[in-house]
């Protein structure tokens, strides 16, 4: 296997949802300087779950007009789109229009519709890409899905993003109401550091990170080394070409599988025919609720999670988490362990770590061991736990699909939308309407 094809498959993945990870981590220090305030979180949600009309027209343009759509067109849109939305928001993020009778930030949301646009349709287009090269190389493009999300979370850590200090504040209090004698409190306040740079330098470092992903996606198509590592049967806008050497349809080989057996009868008409309808419909249900609890429902509670257990134990799960994604992907490249009743094992596991996450969420800001030191240690362990293993069944899927054939890589990006569209649908009305849920403050938590 080529390094090179490998290093650009990793990269291009790195550009799928980068933008919109950059965006979310950089909310801090972009909230205070916005009329919208903390509701922009709120509208982000919305203008994300808005842009899945991407997704749905590949979706449906795959579904009825197979071949039709230039896939690789395609993909140099929506990459060179998310470079050039990504510039501007440097240039007029906190530009702001008087739009019924009050300023709002109508650039910053406008360009962040396009670039949640962009990482939508890429789980469409970019993963059934990956059916041009060996299937080797489709873990490395999850490593870099994964870094995607590693990375901005990095720079926002160099950058000082929602860095605290807790300061002593006095405070005097009177004993009675004639009296002139007072006590005085200490109390310990939370005080934000200045970033390292400005949110300007950020948003052009997202802009540079499209850029890379767009040089990885050329190379991958013309650089001749790449060309090399194409399988016989190659697929052009979804549909297999024939075979410059027999003019046969080539049949691809999938990769080395120990549970499959070789010569088998198919069951039913869903790719190779390797699983049953039952079997396709239980590995799609298990791809909807991992996408939407990894990407929705357990991040859009956080900080309701870790707060409570202090600054430090919410920036170290956030950046192990980070971390863990990655690394799971890393892990499948070398046991790439395709058995459904693994994969069911890991869900349950990952989903019964959230389950846990989620209570202490809602248990905020007084959580079980919220004054213990072992609390903040199982609070950032189980977010490693659940990153890693659902992060490690979302590739398998995607291994497993990916022998099916394009037409399965497609669903499954369509799928993973639609898991995030309904953790969305869930989650938002809890978090941002009914206010389910009470934040912790870092440096006073006051709980029996």
């Known amino acids: 296997m080529s390094l090179l094809t490998h290093l650009l498959a990793c990269l291009f993945g790195m550009g799928s949802w980068v933008s919109i990870n950059g965006l979310w981590v950089e909310l801090p220090l972009i909230v205070p300087q916005i009329p919208e305030g903390w509701y922009l979180p709120s509208y982000l949600s919305v203008l994300i779950q808005m842009a899945n009309v991407g997704p749905l027209f590949v979706t449906l343009m795959h579904r009825f007009r197979p071949g039709a759509l230039n896939e690789t067109a395609v993909i140099y849109v929506i990459i060179g789109l998310g470079t050039v939305a990504s510039f501007l928001l440097g240039f007029f993020w906190k530009k702001t229009l008087v ?3 009050g300023p709002h930030s109508v650039a910053l949301l406008a360009l962040t519709f396009f670039l949640a646009a962009v990482d939508c349709t890429s789980s469409v287009t970019f993963l059934p890409f990956t059916m041009r090269l060996k299937p080797q190389y489709l873990t490395t493009y999850y490593i870099g899905e994964g870094v995607s999300g590693l ?21 005097s209090l009177n004993h009675t109401m004639n009296s002139s004698s007072s006590s005085v409190t200490f109390d310990l306040q939370a005080q934000y550091q200045p970033a390292n740079f400005s949110v300007e330098v ?22 001749p080394a790449v060309a090399r590592e194409h399988p016989n049967g ?13 003019r046969k349809w080539v049949e691809r080989k999938p990769m080395m599988d120990p549970y499959r057996p070789t010569n088998q009868m198919r069951k039913s008409s869903f790719g190779s025919g390797a699983y049953s309808w039952i079997q396709v419909f239980y590995i799609f249900v298990v791809l909807a609720w991992v996408n939407a609890l990894t990407n929705v429902v357990l991040p859009s509670v956080q900080s309701y999670s870790c707060l409570p257990y202090g600054n430090n134990a919410y920036h170290l799960s956030a950046t192990m988490a980070a971390v863990s994604n990655p690394l799971a992907c890393f892990i499948a490249m070398f046991l790439p362990i395709r058995s459904l009743l ?3 094992a890991l869900t349950v596991t990952g989903s ?11 248990l905020s800001p007084c959580p079980l061991l919220v004054n ?13 736990i659940f990153v890693l293993t659902l992060s490690y069944v979302k590739v ?14 497609v669903w499954c990006g369509a799928v993973v939308q639609l898991g995030s569209l309904l953790g969305a649908v869930t989650m938002f009305p809890l978090v941002s309407l009914y206010s389910f849920f009470s934040s912790g403050d870092p440096c006073n938590t006051k709980c029996p």
């Open 99 to 101: 739009v019924a009778g």
């Open 342 to 344: 693994l994969m069911g």
């Open 396 to 409: 398998i899927i995607g291994v497993i699909l990916r022998d099916e054939g394009h037409s399965a890589l």
């Open 234 to 246: 190659r697929y052009t806008n979804g549909v297999k070409e024939k075979s410059p050497k027999n």
């Open 352 to 362: 019964g770590v959230g389950a846990y996450i989620m209570s202490m969420a809602v």
């Open 151 to 171: 990375l901005p979370a990095l720079v926002a850590l160099i950058q000082g993003v929602g860095v605290v200090h807790c300061i002593n504040s006095t405070q």
């Open 372 to 384: 213990e030191t072992s609390g903040g240690f199982i609070m950032v362990l189980s977010w490693i």
């Open 202 to 223: 950020f948003f052009f470092f997202l802009s540079a990170m499209m850029l890379v992903c767009l040089v990885a996606f050329l190379l991958l198509n013309h650089h």
